[in-house]
């Protein structure tokens, strides 16, 4: 079930005491963690705690109150939005909605990275992006309106704009909520792929058999704090286990 | 009750006052982006498109209805003094100094505001905003420039185009329903209207051009709460850009004439 952790435990990125508040309601009360090279971290913790908000951090595109964010041993709290580029072009963003382009066909949406930052060609463009539509099952959608495809359709797409730039990290925002079983194992067949191919991701998710198939380790995160980090049969060997009352919907 | 309007006031002031520095930092990071690279040609032009080519018609029937008013209106007023020859000089000046610019672009800061304001606004909402930014890109030099571009080029030409519509319709009144003589019409005009009054006239709108864009992206990019937000924002930023361009109206007036007419 949990493959076996690389021993080569370099670490490349770190959360170190992350506050942050939204007017007066305190979310995050110092969140830390790190994420090992290689290694798939799932990010569990109820609806509102603060999830996508650690997984936007990671990009800058949320400051902190106070606390850091290292990607790879640089602090991203101090960067602006110039800076910053250089760790979105190793770092990806699958967003919960796709947050795709609607004034842009899915094939101008996945050309877009592309375009704004490799000189590749429009036919190796074009090569590339039948591929990644054929992995994804949505060959033949090149010229259709993001607005015409389904919502699970769209995540997908939205999925492979944020991995056609091969990043060395992947942050995975629910990508399997709203999917269908037969996609919801493809899209986790893919990020295993991508695991293979040495990414490093970090997996927010409410879905535990994806969890549970594609984590390392996995981090409780509940009032504001990190509860419990560690592969699944850690938390599980727990007196009282955290993760058991989570995944049995009692409270943590 | 004294205190409660006292702290509203004050909270309405702050609010304000934070508007005004984001504003101000939306303003500073355009000019810093502005010069360097990538430059999105064809946004650009796409842009002028849409805020441009498609604002002809609105730009036709507001110059050329106003034009014929007024031509009717001081042709029925000045009649009664057999002032009516005096209809092509007064009508023309007034066109192409205030007439056609403020109003060509109140009406461009409706149509144009409100819709760089909700696309930006719905941009917002559905996170596209931020997948411009997360995957490594400006949304100031992709969605922002361009449009304060293309509104800097597209809103004086429709005006210097509004000059001539809002002419040309009070020439049809002034020959139609005043009797005048076409030639007489526009020979007054030419030897009224000089070079300084259409430059003046035009440069306003450069200002106004800057005002519609350059507030009705600071409210799309700044919605809060959704689809509703959306049109708060949208509102805000028809009812902002008309204010300014009335107000700016009158100190870009008096700072012509002191730099013109001296
Ligand atoms: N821009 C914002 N303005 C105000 N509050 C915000 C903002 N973004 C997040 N929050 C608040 O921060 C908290 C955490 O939000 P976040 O979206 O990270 O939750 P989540 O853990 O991802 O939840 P879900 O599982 O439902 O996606 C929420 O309570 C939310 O109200
Ligand atoms: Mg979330």
Redesign the pocket.
């Known amino acids: 079930m949990t493959a076996p952790m690389t021993n080569n435990s370099e670490i490349v990125a770190e959360f170190k005491d992350f506050r ?1 508040s ?2 007066s ?1 305190e ?1 995050h009360k110092g969140v830390s963690f790190q994420l090992k090279k290689g290694e798939c971290l799932g990010l569990l ?12 951090s990671l990009i800058g595109l ?1 400051k902190p109150d106070s606390g850091q964010v290292l990607i790879e041993g640089q602090d991203i709290v101090p960067m602006n939005e110039e800076q910053l580029i250089e760790i979105r072009k190793k770092v990806a963003y699958v967003f ?1 909605n796709g947050a795709l382009f609607d004034s842009m066909s899915v094939y101008e949406n996945l050309a877009y990275p592309l375009r704004a930052h490799t000189n590749m060609q429009e036919d190796e463009i074009r090569q590339r992006i039948r591929e990644l539509l054929a992995e994804f099952g949505l060959s033949g959608n090149e010229q259709v309106s993001p607005a015409a495809l389904s919502g699970g359709m769209q995540k997908r797409v939205g999925l492979a704009r944020s991995i056609i730039m091969q990043p060395k990290i992947v942050l995975y ?2 990508p399997t909520a709203g999917l269908d079983p037969y996609n919801t194992i493809r899209i986790q067949e893919m990020i295993l792929r991508l695991k293979a191919k040495g990414v490093s991701a970090i997996f ?1 998710t ?1 879905d535990m058999p994806s969890a549970f198939a594609v984590c390392d380790r996995i981090a409780l ?1 509940f009032e504001g704090r990190i509860q419990a980090v560690g592969t699944r049969e850690q938390l599980e060997q727990q007196p009282d286990s955290k993760l058991t009352r989570f995944v049995r919907g009692l409270e943590v | 009750m004294i205190a409660d309007f006292a702290t509203s006031i004050g909270a309405r002031m702050l609010t304000v006052a934070r508007a005004t520095g984001s504003y101000g930092l939306l303003f500073s990071s355009v000019i810093r982006e502005f010069p360097k690279r990538p430059f999105y040609f064809k946004l650009t032009v796409e842009q002028i498109y849409h805020i441009g080519i498609k604002s002809i018609g609105i730009v036709f029937v507001t110059a050329f209805s106003t034009g014929m008013v007024m031509a009717l209106q001081f042709g029925l007023g000045l009649e009664k003094f057999g002032g009516k020859l005096y209809v092509p000089k007064i009508v023309s000046l007034s066109i192409v100094r205030e007439i056609a610019p403020v109003f060509c672009s109140l009406m461009l800061a409706a149509r144009v505001g409100a819709g760089i304001a909700s696309e930006l606004g719905s941009m917002t909402v559905t996170q596209q905003i931020d997948a411009i930014r997360a995957l490594g890109t400006s949304p100031i030099k992709r969605v922002v420039i361009p449009r304060i571009l293309a509104c800097l080029i597209a809103v004086p030409l429709l005006a210097a185009i509004g000059n001539f519509i809002g002419i040309a319709g009070a020439l049809i009144v002034g020959v139609s329903e005043l009797g005048l003589d076409p030639m007489f019409f526009v020979q007054k005009v030419l030897t009224t209207v000089v070079i300084t009054d259409f430059v003046t006239g035009c440069l306003k709108t450069f200002f106004f051009a800057f005002f519609i864009s350059v507030t009705s992206c600071y409210f799309g990019l700044n919605v ?1 709460g959704g689809t509703q937000g959306v049109g708060n924002a949208t509102r805000a930023a028809v009812v902002t850009s008309s204010i300014m361009i009335l107000i700016g109206d009158f100190f870009l007036t008096k700072a012509f004439f002191l730099m013109f007419e001296k």
Do not use: A
Request: proline residues 0%; hydrophobic residues 30%; glycine residues 20%.
């Open positions: 942050k939204f007017g309601k979310v913790g109820g609806s509102g705690q603060g999830k996508s908000v650690i997984l936007r949320e919960q925002d629910e927010v409410h995160l | 809060k």
